[in-house]
């Protein structure tokens, strides 16, 4: 038995044990040094492990319990390539934001790095788990970690509020997974993700089964931040150190949406396979309400982290539309978008790390036309702002039109305009926040601080006319991610076999419980046909439009301004639900959770 | 009758929800949240019961004795740590916060979006 | 399902319902460790010592001296925002927050 | 004080949770009859621990080895946690901590009488958690639960006045987070050790013992051991985390 898949979570953990055991005597470079050795360890064994399970499905069982007598004894780790890949791009992320760290950070060491570690491991787990409790045990490790790394700069508000938020929303999401966990048990007496679809398989539904669903899929879609679970995000987000911020854009939310996907395709599918049509309709209009709302506040947003923020809720959207297609075109075609997306976002987020560095800001109007000098933080941000806007033939653009040939393939071809559109507002946000950050252009605005951006200050003492090398490199690193995702159209090919894997349940079912490999047919080519390329190409040239007409809109096209007048203020109720008030995001939270199982009730049943 | 308990359960979810939505002070904001985790060691025990089960350990029973189930009280163990540790940590943000702004009352946020 | 097992859970409900309902901090505190209490016992009647005792030592123990910890703590820091600085606050006030209900 | 709450909210809220409750509600209702379950995995372990493991506790059994690692998770959660709140609770540049040069002048609180009577029933305190920690494989307990009285027992030496001990403590939290660090990665290194012997990770290495003895179940003493170990060190931890901050600011 292969035992990488333990390791790569319990090595993270006793080291994190044994720094803060050991971390008071030894210097801050060599904390920093061995919490970056250990995510490069798990780097590579997540690479191993990936390359070990190529596409087909390796079973851990903990203690060696295993499926005696049709019983799942143990807690077992089943290890696809969706999986492993996830947890690779978890790990290597890690990796980036520990080294970014390095110079441009000040902290308490060893405990920063002691909470990043446990984090990795608590995501690196959930990749990996094959469990539902245990899944549930490793989705609160990674969201205590989270909150304690948002809330870290204790002496800004806005982080104090920040963590309040997200551990509130956290916490009851957790409970909502948890309750239906409970209910899931008390049905099919089972934890084993491979059980209990067995289980089902034989029972079919009723309304334990259904609100039991309701109520994982909400947990995990809160974590996600879909519209409505999604106003804690921003304020989290926006707060958090940088290299955390990598982490939480880059693969925390979209590791909600792995989570739903492991959990469908191995648990409710068998149940639920009589309803694939509704599920889809659900969860890819909930995806594009989340792409849309994300873009127009992206676009609304003066603080870069915050709009940073609402560019991630919106590729979630865009993520959810392509894994609620419920085929295997859709997983593949969203794993290879997070990939891709990922890294885009990451690299987003250091620039503005970089940014916040050196220009002690973050908010677009204070720092109009300050970002001249910094040519190379520019050179990163303006790729990064047109890998979002989905540039052909790059990562996420590859992505994206795997999406979109999945969703016509599903005959849902009003998709595609809509995910054109909402990587247009995105792109336009971005690339608008570079035109006047790093170009001066546009009118500058009267500096009126934003209050998110108030205390903000650079996150190290020595902040300086320099950018350490160190916060560069990553940035380049996750620069050639994204490029690298889409130039090579072979991945393309191994996503497809990886998702023909994820989606096999039976499959999934027989390997667990019996422990009989299952074979798969050959995976399918699908490179982007004509007219993803343009479809991209129109989401391109759309954000360089709308981002002008942001600019200099108002000089040059008087009329058209009074519609985007218009709209900006049919927005403003919907800016200001973001009130950053527990309370009303609990309220939202709670009628979405009541909307979204009362629907599931009503088409399920 | 028979599944009171599991209405208890959605009574103090419901409760719990209730609280965090009305709150005016954080610490009672974190009281509220344990009662919705107890509305969760409620559903799970109840889940677990047998009709005169006895408890699980076989110190003083036979081994082939009618027992409730084992496994949600394990489940619920975890819970409870859970419960501690949330509460722990929010405390910290809060009284950091009090510290610094001299408020617990959630709706006194910086952030308001009045443009 | 027996008398005893019905009274503790409508208890648990009407606990539950009053700790949301108390809002007075200290006071809240105090009733949410009662839940705890209840919730113990409640365990206890279904067979389950072990989550029991957890119950009983973090949900009626740990947490409310955690909870009483931090209320004293709060009003303390409000207090001395509120005024200057420089009278002795009353003695006796300090510690006794980590004795479950004893505090004001 | 209760009037404020913006309408949408409130309307939201009341919309929300009678769909939300009451669906909870609808679905529960349906469930087999409370007291009526025969679930198959329970059962087997139920039926199974004891002559596997020779440990008459099957939660314990449960807790720490056929879901052992849900219990490592578990216990990093509350490592975590603890690390989090000294993180958040830390003072930052320009607050600078008063205080600790003046520990020795410190005067007991309560009454003498007082004080004794909390050190002398700190003693048998600690021997009940120091049980119930160690008899976890055999009745009702283990390390979480015995780790918090433990932790009481120090607790009532601190509430009868021992505030020379609360201070010498805060001086030595560091010693009290490695004891704490040590008991989460006892866990860990459990797991390793099984790895090492058997090949599998957690595994249990060590002889079965016989039935109701107090070294019986192989390492779920050891594992109890470790968790008493982290659970008590984790909630002293935060509880003097709390209670400092408080001092701290009592004695400038």
Request: aromatic share 10%; glycine share 12%.
């Amino acid at each position: 038995m292969n035992q990488l898949a333990p390791l790569c979570v319990a090595i993270p953990l006793v080291i994190a044990a044994l720094l803060t055991f050991a971390g008071g005597f030894l210097s801050r470079i060599v904390v920093d040094l061995i919490a970056t050795l250990t995510a490069l360890a798990s780097l590579v064994m997540t690479i191993l492990l990936l390359v070990h399970v190529s596409s087909g499905l390796e079973v851990y069982w903990f203690a060696d319990w295993r499926v005696t007598h049709g019983v799942a004894v143990g807690i077992d780790f089943a290890v696809g390539p969706i999986g492993a890949g996830l947890a690779a791009f978890v790990s290597l992320l890690m990796v980036l934001a520990l080294v970014s760290g390095i110079r441009g950070l000040d902290v308490k060491h060893p405990y920063y790095q002691v909470l990043m570690l446990t984090f990795l491991a608590g995501m690196v787990g959930f990749c990996l788990s094959g469990d539902l409790f245990n899944m549930f045990v490793l989705f609160e490790l990674m969201s205590i970690s989270a909150v304690a790394l948002v809330g870290y700069k204790v002496q800004e508000q806005a982080a104090l509020e920040g963590g309040l938020n997200f551990a509130v929303i956290n916490t009851i999401g957790g409970f909502l997974f948890l309750l239906g966990i409970g209910l899931v048990y008390s049905r099919t007496g089972a934890l084993n993700l491979a059980q209990i679809g067995h289980y089902l398989a034989h029972s079919g539904n009723d309304r334990v089964v259904v609100v039991a669903f309701a109520l994982i899929a909400s947990g995990l879609l809160i974590k996600a931040a879909v519209v409505p679970f999604h106003f804690w995000m921003a304020d989290a987000y926006a707060v958090a150190l940088t290299p955390v911020c990598l982490l939480l854009a880059g693969a925390m939310s979209e590791l909600g949406l792995y989570g739903l996907g492991r959990i469908y395709f191995s648990a409710f599918q068998p149940a639920l396979a009589g309803h694939t049509a509704v599920l889809r309709a659900i969860f890819v209009s909930i995806g594009l309400l989340t792409s849309l709302w994300g873009g127009l506040m992206a676009l609304a947003e003066d603080h870069l982290k915050r709009l940073l923020a609402f560019v991630t809720i919106a590729f979630i959207g865009v993520f959810l539309t392509g894994l609620g297609l419920l085929t295997a075109d859709g997983v593949a075609g969203t794993a290879v978008y997070v990939l891709a997306d990922g890294f885009g976002k990451a690299l987003l987020f250091a620039c503005a790390g970089m940014i916040q560095h050196r220009l002690g800001h973050l908010s677009q109007s204070r720092l109009h036309g300050l970002g001249r000098p910094l040519r190379v933080i520019g050179a990163l941000f303006l790729a990064g702002g047109l890998l979002i806007a989905s540039i052909p033939p790059f990562g996420p653009f590859l992505g994206k039109s795997m999406i979109e040939d999945a969703a016509v393939k599903a005959g849902y071809g009003f998709v595609p305009p809509f995910v054109v559109l909402s990587s247009a507002l995105c792109g336009a946000a971005v690339l608008r926040a570079y035109a006047r950050v790093f170009l001066g252009w546009g009118k500058a605005a009267e500096a009126k601080a934003d209050d998110a951006d108030r205390d903000t200050r650079p996150e190290a003492q020595d902040a300086n006319d320099q950018t350490p090398l160190l916060q560069l490199l990553p940035a380049c690193v996750l620069l050639a991610g994204a490029i690298g995702v889409g130039v090579w159209f072979g991945f393309a090919d191994l996503a497809e076999t990886a998702a023909d894997r994820f989606t096999d349940v039976h499959g999934y079912m027989a390997t667990v419980l019996s422990d009989s490999p299952h074979l798969l047919a050959p995976g399918h080519s699908s490179s982007p046909e004509w007219f993803d390329w343009l479809y991209c190409g129109a989401a391109t040239l759309a954000s360089l439009a709308f981002a002008a007409a942001g600019l200099w809109g108002r000089r040059y096209l008087p009329r058209a301004c009074q519609v985007t007048d218009t709209v900006a203020r049919a927005l403003r109720p919907l800016r200001r639900t973001h009130s950053g008030q527990i309370g009303d995001y609990t309220a939202a939270l709670t009628l979405g959770v009541g909307v979204f199982g009362g629907l599931l009730a009503i088409t399920l049943l | 009758m028979s599944v009171y308990p599991y209405l208890v359960a959605a009574w103090l979810l419901g409760c719990g929800l209730y609280g965090v939505i009305t709150s005016r002070n954080y610490i009672h904001l974190t009281i509220c949240l344990t009662v919705v985790q107890s509305s969760t060691y409620v559903l799970l025990l109840g889940v677990g019961y047998v009709n005169g089960g006895k408890a699980p350990i076989f110190a003083g029973i036979s081994e082939r004795s009618v027992v409730v189930d084992p496994i949600v009280q394990a489940l619920t163990l975890t819970d409870i740590v859970v419960e501690a540790t949330v509460v722990a940590l929010l405390l910290a943000l809060i009284l950091q916060a009090n510290k610094r702004y001299g408020t617990t009352d959630p709706d006194r946020t910086t952030r308001m979006h009045e443009e | 399902m027996n008398a005893l097992l019905i009274i503790l859970l409508t208890l648990v409900g009407a606990a539950g319902w009053l700790t949301v309902t108390t809002r007075e901090p200290v006071r809240q505190a105090v009733v949410a460790g009662i839940l705890g209490l209840l919730l113990g016992l409640l365990f206890f009647v279904l067979q389950a010592p072990d989550v029991a005792f957890s119950e009983l030592v973090v949900g009626s123990a740990a947490v409310p001296a955690m909870l009483l910890l931090a209320i004293a703590k709060v009003r303390e820091q409000q207090a001395s925002a509120a005024r200057a600085d420089d009278q002795s606050e009353p003695p006796g006030a300090g510690i006794s927050g980590s004795q479950g209900g004893e505090a004001d | 004080m209760r009037s404020g709450h913006s309408r949408g909210r409130l309307l939201t809220a009341a919309v929300g949770l009678v769909l939300l409750v009451g669906g909870f509600a609808w679905a529960v209702t349906d469930l087999p009859g409370f007291g009526h379950y025969h679930h198959r995995y329970g059962a087997y372990l139920a039926q199974h621990s004891v002559p596997q493991r020779a440990a008459t506790n099957s939660v314990n059994v449960i807790t720490f080895d056929y879901r052992g690692f849900d219990t490592l998770g578990e216990e990093f959660i509350l490592f975590v946690a603890v690390v989090g709140v000294v993180v958040l609770l830390r003072r930052i540049r320009g607050e600078e901590e008063e205080g600790d040069e003046g520990a020795g002048e410190e005067q007991p609180r309560a009454s003498e009488s007082l004080r004794w009577l909390g050190v002398a029933s700190a003693a048998p305190i600690a021997v009940i958690g120091g049980y119930v920690v160690t008899h976890g494989q055999l009745t009702p307990g283990g390390g979480f639960q015995g780790g918090v009285i433990l932790m009481a027992a120090i607790t009532v030496v601190f509430v009868a006045g021992e505030f020379m001990l609360l201070l010498r403590l805060r001086a030595r939290a560091q010693l009290l987070e490695m004891g704490e660090a040590v008991g989460a990665a006892g866990l860990g290194v459990l797991g390793f050790a099984g790895l090492i012997a058997t090949g599998i990770f957690f595994k249990n290495f060590l002889p079965h013992g016989s039935r109701g003895e107090l070294f019986s179940g192989g390492f779920l003493f050891i594992a109890n051991l470790a968790v008493g170990i982290e659970v008590a060190g984790a909630i002293l931890m935060v509880l003097s985390e709390l209670l400092d901050q408080r001092l701290l600011r009592r004695r400038s």
